[in-house]
């Protein structure tokens, strides 16, 4: 078994490494058609300040000169072993630039993420276990209704109310754990949406099983209920779609990180277009697909692991095992079901 889920790991990893590859090349041919010229817009710019032999040592360097494949070998063979370039704009490494402004992001996406998962749970648990007459039904719309709002509207209203109504943080330095906790939630209240809907669609098939039933009639408490035997299997589904989140938040922080005047991969993103510093967009657009592909290979790695349904058959292909498909033998053997 070990050495099947050893095959699987590795075709997984193969499929991920070229995944990133066609990624880098997708990009580069797309940011290669655009127009313009960034040897004259950037590099002869008098206010970059770059002197002539700067700018024949980076001519040089990108093979700016060269045809469009011969540029595509040579950058490739830089990204493969790690050298993302030099800015055209501040004549800085790449890596250095975006290594500074990732910090921020990252910290942005992961306050985010727990706070969409603590909303998603709160709702998913209220939809299970709140009496109708308390607001059931309202928490099932919330979902919908999040996903109809836009981050950035959020972010404005969260903005106008807590910041130049009630003062709780100052857009001068949006840095600060306040400023950091709205800018989080703004993120993560439309990715909880995503998060709330497959958690309650879980939780009612779970709900619907005969031995939650039998449980529910011994007189098992909710939340023990919930902890204990619902909240697993029900959130299995979720390390799916939390994969598939990933590149949402990502995106979401750049719109964030620019609503609320916080410095990151947004502000980077935002300069680099500007100036047409190719190499840097390259990079960050190139490392948001590493990081897509990494969670998605780990969520793929991890799922049957987690989920006892799930083995690696011989082809080395994930699939639901037949002759495992109780969720919760715990409480089968709880409650007297056989």
Same mark, same amino acid.
């Given at each position: 078994?070990?050495?099947?889920?050893?095959?699987?790991? &590795?075709?997984?990893?193969?499929?991920?490494?070229?995944?990133?590859? +066609?990624? %880098?090349?997708?990009?580069?041919?797309?940011?290669?058609? +655009?127009?313009?010229?960034?040897?004259?817009?950037?590099?002869?710019?008098?206010?970059?300040?770059?002197?002539?032999?700067?700018?024949?040592?980076?001519?040089?360097?990108?093979? =700016?000169?060269?045809? $469009? %494949?011969?540029?595509?070998?040579?950058?490739?063979?830089?990204?493969?072993?790690?050298?993302?370039?030099? *800015?055209?704009?501040?004549?800085?490494?790449?890596?250095?630039?975006?290594?500074?402004?990732?910090?921020?992001?990252?910290?942005?996406?992961?306050?985010?993420?727990? @706070?969409?998962?603590?909303?998603?749970?709160?709702?998913? %648990?209220?939809?299970?276990? =709140?009496?109708?007459?308390? #607001?059931?039904?309202? =928490?099932?719309?919330?979902? !919908?209704?999040?996903?109809?709002?836009?981050?950035?509207?959020?972010?404005?209203?969260?903005?106008?109310?807590?910041?130049? #109504?009630?003062?709780?943080? *100052?857009?001068?330095?949006?840095?600060?754990? $306040?400023?950091?906790?709205?800018?989080?939630?703004? &993120?993560?209240?439309?990715?909880?949406?995503?998060?709330?809907?497959?958690?309650?669609?879980?939780?009612?098939?779970? !709900?619907?099983?005969?031995?939650?039933?039998?449980?529910?009639?011994? #007189?098992?408490?909710?939340?023990?209920?919930?902890?204990?035997?619902?909240?697993?299997?029900?959130?299995?589904?979720?390390?799916?779609?939390?994969?598939?989140? @990933?590149?949402?938040?990502?995106?979401?922080?750049?719109?964030?990180?620019?609503?609320? #005047?916080?410095?990151?991969?947004?502000?980077? @993103?935002?300069?680099?277009?500007?100036?047409?510093?190719?190499?840097?967009?390259?990079?960050?657009?190139?490392?948001?697909?590493?990081?897509?592909?990494?969670?998605?290979?780990?969520?793929?790695?991890? %799922?049957?692991?987690?989920?006892?349904?799930?083995?690696?058959?011989?082809?080395?292909?994930?699939?639901? *095992?037949?002759?495992?498909?109780?969720?919760?033998? &715990?409480?089968?053997?709880? @409650?007297?079901?056989?």
């Amino acid at each position: 078994m070990l050495r099947i889920y050893g095959r699987f790991a &590795l075709r997984r990893t193969g499929q991920a490494i070229v995944v990133v590859v +066609l990624a %880098y090349l997708f990009t580069f041919v797309v940011i290669s058609i +655009l127009p313009g010229d960034p040897v004259t817009s950037t590099l002869r710019n008098p206010d970059n300040g770059f002197t002539e032999d700067d700018i024949a040592r980076i001519v040089a360097y990108y093979g =700016l000169d060269q045809p $469009w %494949y011969v540029q595509l070998g040579s950058s490739l063979g830089r990204f493969v072993v790690g050298d993302l370039g030099v *800015s055209l704009r501040s004549n800085l490494p790449v890596g250095t630039l975006v290594f500074d402004a990732l910090g921020s992001t990252l910290s942005l996406a992961a306050a985010a993420l727990l @706070v969409a998962i603590v909303l998603a749970v709160v709702i998913a %648990y209220g939809t299970q276990f =709140l009496p109708p007459r308390f #607001g059931q039904g309202v =928490l099932r719309s919330l979902p !919908s209704l999040f996903l109809s709002v836009p981050n950035f509207v959020i972010g404005l209203l969260l903005i106008h109310v807590f910041a130049f #109504g009630l003062g709780l943080f *100052s857009m001068i330095d949006t840095e600060t754990p $306040w400023g950091t906790f709205f800018a989080a939630v703004a &993120l993560g209240i439309p990715v909880s949406a995503q998060l709330a809907e497959v958690l309650i669609a879980s939780l009612d098939h779970e !709900s619907r099983q005969e031995y939650v039933a039998v449980a529910r009639s011994r #007189g098992l408490r909710s939340g023990a209920l919930f902890l204990r035997h619902l909240a697993k299997p029900s959130a299995l589904p979720t390390v799916t779609v939390l994969a598939l989140i @990933v590149g949402e938040l990502l995106g979401g922080a750049l719109i964030t990180e620019a609503i609320f #005047g916080r410095v990151g991969i947004g502000t980077l @993103v935002e300069s680099a277009v500007a100036s047409q510093d190719l190499p840097v967009l390259q990079a960050v657009v190139s490392l948001a697909a590493v990081v897509f592909v990494v969670v998605n290979l780990v969520a793929d790695l991890a %799922y049957p692991l987690l989920d006892p349904r799930v083995s690696v058959g011989p082809s080395g292909r994930p699939a639901v *095992s037949a002759s495992r498909e109780d969720p919760a033998p &715990l409480l089968r053997e709880e @409650v007297g079901i056989v």
